[in-house]
Every structure is written in C-alpha cells, then in structure tokens.
C-alpha cells in the first residue's frame, strides 16, 4: 500500500523537480524519482493530464535557464 504523504511529497518533488530546467520532461523525472526510491510513488504521476503538464513545466523551466544563462553570458 502507498502512503498517501509520501505521494503528496513525490508530488511535490515532481513538480520542484520539472521547475529546475534541467529535465526535458515527465519521463526525465520519472527516472529521478525512480533513482530516489521513489518507484512506486512516481506511478500515481502517470495520467496524462499529470505527466503533460509536468513536461510543459520543463519546457518553460529550461526556456528560463536558458535565458537566464544567455543574460549572463552576453554583459
């Protein structure tokens, strides 16, 4: 049986995780979360509607890096 606070956490993860710009997206975090210990929670991520926004979350957090990066890059 999964703990209902340890999903809410691994949601959380997820969610912190997609915002860093350094995954391309769901699966990238899926295989995280898996390395972490956390196989049988990432399984509650899989709906799509779950795993479609977390991929969009890493589209707009790598989007941030990047310019973020250029900023610094370009002075």
Request: aromatic share 6%; proline share 1%; with cysteine.
């Amino acid at each position: 049986m999964v703990d209902e606070r340890r999903v809410t956490r691994v949601v959380k993860l997820a969610y912190e995780l997609a915002q860093t710009g350094v995954f391309e997206d769901f699966a990238a975090i899926e295989r995280e979360l898996i390395s972490l210990g956390y196989a049988d929670e990432a399984r509650s991520l899989e709906k799509p509607s779950i795993r479609d926004t977390l991929s969009e979350i890493c589209i707009t957090g790598r989007e941030r890096e990047e310019a973020t990066w250029h900023s610094h890059t370009s002075a």
